[in-house]
């Protein structure tokens, strides 16, 4: 192609909220360099993102499914292509990337394929995992490149099929919006929290991969006279239930509800330490900008966030559904204020070090280079 012209990507996205891969896109779409490349927005839902994209003069669609190989959408998506003389396709995710290979593949597109943790899990049933390990085997075997962002990940897909054409390159965090020396918002002020309660945030969208119950159960194990306060932000289906079980473990007094936010720096300028007991991740983003803010997190150790924390140095890693280790680990950080320190002093120095935006960003430019040589 012309080396003077611009490389257009098509930036795809399952859905317009703000959850880990969309902040990912966010701030990929913002780092790229304006004078080299040039990213056009497709998601298969409304939302935040979708606003925030718009807001930002990025052109973005919506083309509305919540299916993967929704074949009743490919016609859609490659009339886009055709119309905004893509070069790139970007695919973020499962659903996004079975939604426009096809239509890319017809016009003769590469297709890059950025994998937020795959649609298998080891919790699914043996028909279930095994029709989702084939529906990924196919999406990575038709595109020309597939990124995972951490080495579990990548692990975890050779254990069940080939990944020939395939690299790690790992979430990069913007400096400047999460940054502890930045002004905020008083959220602590706002919510009646006092400067001396410990405030742990669990920020995500409550769900069974984000395991908010076994949290609660947690909760529950914790002494009556530890001073230690709970922030749960973020919608999903388990929210319910937690609030239930909450009510019935007799400590939602301990607990503060709040919807979805989207000033997240404000909520993690707030807590003291950052909780996520999930079950399965890629790698979290949201344990990355908790890390760039210089706060002490306690996360199960699963997947990318092992590559990450190295446990009672930058973080602590806890077993998997296990609430007795959870409590403790929420009790030693919550009463040892020079141990929280020291965590989230080592914990931004490793996001300063390894998960720089810019950094990640001109590792994904290279991709587009190459990619669009061939």
């Known amino acids: 192609m012309d080396t003077n012209k611009k490389i257009k990507i098509l930036q795809t996205i399952r859905q317009g909220k703000i959850g880990g891969g969309e902040s990912h896109v966010l701030d990929l779409v913002q780092e790229l360099n304006k004078d080299h490349y040039e990213s056009v927005v497709l998601s298969f839902t409304y939302g935040p993102m979708v606003d925030k994209m718009q807001s930002m003069g990025i052109k973005t669609y919506v083309i509305e499914t919540e299916r993967p190989f929704d074949f009743t959408k490919w016609s859609g998506v490659k009339a886009i292509l055709e119309q905004e003389n893509i070069d790139v396709v970007h695919a973020h995710g499962t659903r996004a990337n079975s939604n426009t290979y096809k239509s890319a593949m017809r016009l003769g597109i590469p297709v890059v394929y950025t994998v937020h943790g795959w649609s298998f899990h080891p919790d699914q049933g043996f028909l279930l995992r095994n029709l989702r390990i084939l529906g990924e085997k196919h999406l990575v075997k038709n595109a020309d490149l597939t990124i995972c962002v951490s080495e579990n990940n990548l692990k975890d897909a050779r254990n069940e099929f080939p990944m020939d054409r395939a690299k790690v390159i790992r979430y990069g965090i913007n400096l400047e919006k999460f940054n502890p020396y930045n002004r905020y918002d008083n959220v602590r002020q706002e919510l009646g929290i006092e400067a001396d309660d410990i405030l742990v945030g669990y920020v995500v969208r409550m769900t069974k991969q984000k395991d908010p119950l076994t949290l609660v159960k947690a909760i529950a194990l914790i002494p009556g006279d530890v001073n230690i306060k709970f922030l749960f932000v973020g919608d999903g289906e388990l929210k319910l239930d937690a609030i239930k ?130």
């Open 245 to 374: 079980l909450a009510k019935e473990l007799g400590i939602y007094s301990r607990i503060i509800f709040l919807d979805f936010r989207q000033d997240v720096p404000n909520i993690l300028n707030a807590v003291d330490i950052y909780c996520l007991p999930s079950l399965w991740e890629g790698l979290p983003i949201g344990m990355l900008e908790a890390m760039a803010m210089h706060k002490a997190v306690i996360v199960t150790a699963i997947d990318g966030a092992k590559e990450v924390i190295k446990s009672m140095e930058n973080g602590i890693l806890v077993p998997v559904q296990n609430p007795e280790k959870l409590a403790e680990a929420l009790v030693l950080l919550s009463t040892d204020e020079q141990l929280r320190k020291r965590l989230g002093g080592n914990a931004g120095k490793t996001i300063l070090a390894d998960f720089n935006v810019a950094k990640m960003t001109r590792k994904i430019e290279e991709v587009y280079n190459v990619i669009t040589r061939k």
